[in-house]
């Protein structure tokens, strides 16, 4: 890592090392190369190493993205004394690996959410992690949109008083049509549908903001028992792609999760309402750069729904635009995030999912599934 | 029942009795009065009789709300032979006796909802019904709301495809202040709490569209364990403010229920959520007037939820208004009742909850209360 | 008229008659049918007379609307002892006769408005009632939506501060469709176009909220400049189905007013912005049961507009519904301007248009149209 | 200019030089930065030359921008053989001198709007542009939103018919406050007011959508005719912090645009409605990603305005987002922009407004002052 003097401060210019380069991790290499031109406060990362499936194919994206070098086996790059961080958009099934042998070599992780298909991984990872005494980070982008950080800060201000209930929707439409063929995502090998296919969203926005599931019960559907397949017949489906959970939480909050990806006309629904003694906060990820807030204050004749637009005064949103309104898009949330993971580096007090809280994420995802297979309520 | 000649069909003029003239009596009497004027097909039902807790009472209601006789005894009233239908609006508790003692001197009874506080009480009521062979309907006016009607009409159709899941949730926050004194909805005797006192409705209106639940299993809550009394104490709150309901309905439907009547901000919210193979229906009560639809239909470029206005085409809206968008109101959904009401005294199909129907409703409330208490499915 | 005493004030029971019977003159009907039980305070109007073009129909109505009498000639209505106020609901052409001769004969008038195509057939109007001394009241229900009222309770309460600005855009689509045959109004014969088809309504709301309009200057357009007959040939357009107004008011409110009734999709669309030195308050008479304000006050990281939906602390709201958010009909104001006018008969302070202020609208109306074939500001 | 050989087609490795580094040079160099990762079919652009007021902020600002070489003069950075285009941040008053300059030396020229205070600066910036035949491009960004575009494909596909009237409004809050201290925004040498300040975004959007306007009359407003100063007096305001303007385009399309910089709660609004024979078109740019849009077509028991979220299939979000709903940013329509500047320096056909187009607004602008001034029609 080189260092410089620049003031006061020990600034490092961090040597970033990229595993994938599908979206997820030209999300990340957009997000390296903006971060330090956005927040103004830290030195540039530099592009160190990129590892794709091949070596042609790694070039190719090392230019593209503005890598330094390239290469087609993930364990150079791993063995790479200049890379000081390693960001993992591989597929899930490779997290495992990947990010632990990033570890035991003594790099800081930045690993794409969820932790892995099996729990008993997942363990492996945390534990690596806590060996490693490395910053190990999940990829859990949404609770970085300024405004569900505000929506942290007023809870914890008891803007709405204390908060007694919560409802979280998430709901996207890409297994919507029955008519579509059969898929891996159909498959029981890829988990359990929805529920950990995008179910651990809400379970990451819940657990920075109401701390983890104490206990849940739910009901998973198959809203198509079978799908169609190329050879005209038709498949079993082995997966759910609905869940609607009951959660309670400490404290005697009492919640309600709904999931579905067959839900038509739902893009990127995460619809949250948070009830407390003195108001409700509302929110739609289909419409991130707005909040809704309901508190009892003023005249009852001119009490209602507040509609917040994200402005400078809702943090970092000011390192992005200097006028309220205009709009952040959901990529510039990945930026937040490297900040985040910056900061964490540097030995600062970072908001972040890291490898112990992802874990008790997919401990839950796991309880969830186990109360539908028995019909009761399972403990955390 | 006077009998007149018009045209070819004979029209019977009926009689109305009334019990009690809070708001609903209100209601009740305003939508027989405006029945016939607003539909334009039937003969002007006689405002016969009104009876109050006391004579005085009656008297002076009779005369504001235009009704011929008055009584203290609504036993007098019963016993009218000019009276054909009677009108039930006094506080649940008072519904078994008044009901079956209307319909077993052969009157036709529309009865507020819900039926009774105790189930055996909701049995006997529909024994009582069947056993005279008089109309017997309950008051659940959300379903006569044109656009709920249209949502049955376009699932009727298939417009959506095959429903494969639905969600509601009812939300008011006239128990939501934790400072506000005791009183008798938080106790025991009051019934379950949300679940009975407005859970009904929701019941009410998935019952019409999707048919009786078949499964349940609930999570009930008590946002604030107690509640202060005028004499500066704390008393155990002995109700649940909050319904969290898992619902599994014939063919594999699967769903979910949320309750709560502590739920800031929220004035009348009914909002349903219903989604098929083929696209989405979504409706709030707190914007009655509008219709959501989501169907795969045109181009993907320009796919996305329709907002429909209430207008003529979506009978009998056209009855009140000839233009569309310019609203109905949730009194009027109560003229649409009394309209029902006639239908299914002249023998004609009507879009009603009768009170075998009701029974289903409130035999689902309970099972749903014991799924609570049993932490366990319920199977109805 | 009837009088009785009850308690100290002496109460009328108010003789009405109704001329005509289409969709405004059932409104009138269910108006005075309703407004004594609404209300609850006031004696209930006896329904004495109804005229209809011919004496069966009338007949038949006067059953069907609760009148006691019905007659084929108005003028024999007008005559009735027993008549205290007439209702004037037949088309614009016959207002002026009928109004002038109502008032002559000492009845209170409640007349549909526009007052009369032809601006000194207004006049008459305006003297007729000014001589008489009689209440003349025109049917302008739109101000009388209890959100409308508490905007004007706002804006006297300086709740946005100064109002320095205003927009109103009301649109239909009833004249949107260029193949729809060419009818009556696109005849120079029926007016201005939308400018007095609806143009009239905004410009009630605004005489109530902000005075009347002191300069304007317009733009008028036709987007269809011909229309095709039943004869299969093309028929030029001589009315506006589009004015685009600039309006300047007193204390240097400036203003903008947009109408079209060839708006896809609009339904009912009156939507008013207004803008003060303090905040900014929004409505649409779609959703005619909320409203929206922006306030100054509180912290900038919470500022929003605030949805605010009807409740009884929106008088007269409570007269209907006893709790908020459960939605007022467009039907309904009408029953509350019924109130008003009866209010204005007993002598009260009452929220109406007369004729007076009312041929301050249609003045505004003619000079509007002025300024666009001038092609210059119109002073008013 | 560096060529490289790529498959079948030469790309060129863009020299890229950027003059000012407030929030706009910010944006510059990050859309520079990003481009080419982002769109994954160009070289990435070098970021050759950074000028600032001074050295020593130069040498800071192309540290953190990624620029190789800084400068505090920009006249180095022009004569920069490196150097094949020039971003022009600065603010409007140093846009003619750098532009022309830029141009002369052979260089390519992106330079944010609006191009002069003074219309004879935009001609001679135009004229330069002419002559040297090289590619100016003005910084009009919101015509870059995928769903800007949408609309105009679905103008030129008549997917609304002919249209025939449009309406756009924008407003933000930045003025609003009296009590804010006096400002140069407020003196005349700033311009007209709202009208210039941000008038000609809609004119842009308007421009690429319609055409350019032909007639215009408008009334500019002082919602505040002074302003408080530091030393405790009230100043004079000289500029119109509102305008509303009545248009006209060709082919009869008639029009209304409004703008304030003193509307309390909005933030960055431009709604845009745009009516047609058979639909109506819909947007507001605080809702970025969504579009409205009314189509006759299906039941009319079904028609109502669709909420489009922007997806893949509005080109070019596909380059930035994999799934529909997901959201892009303000700042994301620069990196749009720089791809279709670079675009226009290869020779392909550009969404861009150049030198030329950009005349036209100013002009209009300059117009639609005049008719104000002299209260009458400014015909373009």
Redesign the interface.
């Known amino acids: 890592m080189d260092q410089i003097i620049l003031g006061l401060s020990v600034i490092t210019s961090l040597g970033v090392g990229l595993i994938g380069t599908g979206?997820m991790g030209?999300c990340h290499?957009?997000a390296w190369?903006?971060v330090?031109?956005?927040f103004?406060d830290i030195e540039?990362p530099r592009l160190v190493h990129l590892a794709e499936a091949n070596a042609d194919l790694a070039a190719k994206q090392a230019?593209?993205?503005?890598f330094g070098k390239s290469t087609g086996d993930w364990r150079e790059l791993i063995a790479d004394p200049e890379v000081d961080v390693v960001s993992i958009t591989t597929p899930n099934a490779f997290h495992p690996e990947m990010a632990i042998a990033a570890l035991e070599a003594g790099k800081h992780v930045w690993c794409e959410k969820p932790m892995a298909p099996a729990f008993a991984d997942a363990e492996r990872m945390a534990q690596a992690a806590r060996i490693s005494g490395r910053v190990a980070v999940l990829g859990y982008n949404y609770i970085q949109n300024p405004l569900i950080r505000?929506i942290g800060k007023?809870l914890a201000e008891s803007?709405?008083?204390k908060v007694?209930?919560v409802?979280v929707?998430m709901d996207?439409d890409?297994m919507?049509?029955?008519a579509a063929l059969f898929y891996w995502k159909s498959e029981a090998s890829s988990g359990y549908g929805a529920l950990d296919d995008f179910g651990v969203h809400p379970l990451s926005i819940l657990s920075t903001l109401l701390g983890p599931a104490q206990q849940v019960?739910?009901?998973l559907?198959?809203?198509?028992?079978t799908r169609p397949t190329q050879d005209g017949k038709d498949r079993e489906v082995e997966t759910f792609d609905?869940a609607?959970i009951?959660v309670?939480f400490a404290d005697?909050v009492?919640?309600?999760i709904?999931l579905?990806r067959?839900?038509?006309?739902?893009?990127?629904?995460i619809a949250i309402?948070i009830?407390?003694?003195?108001?409700?906060i509302a929110y739609d990820q289909?419409?991130?750069?707005?909040?809704q807030?309901?508190?009892?204050?003023?005249r009852?004749?001119?009490?209602?729904?507040?509609?917040?637009?994200t402005?400078p005064?809702?943090p970092p949103y000011d390192k992005?635009?200097?006028?309220?309104?205009?709009?952040?898009?959901?990529?510039?949330l990945k930026i937040i995030e490297a900040r985040e993971v910056m900061r964490a580096i540097s030995g600062e007090t970072a908001h972040i999912i890291d490898f112990q809280q992802g874990l008790v994420i997919e401990k839950t995802v796991h309880a969830i599934a186990h109360s539908h297979r028995d019909?009761?309520?399972v403990r955390l």
């Open positions: 979206y030209k290499a957009l190369n903006a330090a031109p956005v103004g540039r230019k593209a993205l503005g505000h007023l803007a709405i008083g007694h209930s409802r929707e996207e890409f919507a049509d029955p019960m739910a009901d559907a198959k809203p198509f028992p609905i609607n009951l309670r005697g009492s919640g309600a709904q579905s067959s839900a038509w006309g739902r893009k990127g629904r309402q009830f407390g003694s003195q108001g409700t289909e419409r991130m750069n707005e909040l807030i309901f508190a009892r204050e003023g009852a004749s001119e009490q209602g729904f507040r509609t917040i637009l402005a005064i809702h992005f635009l200097p006028a309220p309104g205009h709009g952040l898009g959901f990529n510039e019909g009761c309520w």
